[in-house]
């Protein structure tokens, strides 16, 4: 069994002139990934940014191909 460590930048960007409140970012897994943290909730003030870092890790058979995806 292998284990690949995968790490995401993700930047949000407020492109609007109003405040994004309560904003969260979701990813689902299908596969042998396995979300390690789970990104908060955040505010973004007008014309920001906010940039998240989200661990992952791939587990894979000794000799079989790894096949997994990721949606947000």
Known sequence: MHGFNIRLYV????QIP???Q???LD????GDLKLVERPGVYTIA??????IKISLTLYCGK?????SLVSY
Request: glycine content about 0%.
């Open 18 to 20: 109003n405040m994004l």
């Open 27 to 30: 990813f689902t897994t299908l």
């Open 63 to 67: 000799d079989l191909p790894c096949q």
């Open 22 to 24: 309560n904003l969260c």
């Open 11 to 14: 930047l949000l960007v407020n």
């Open 46 to 51: 007008p014309r920001c940014f906010q940039s």
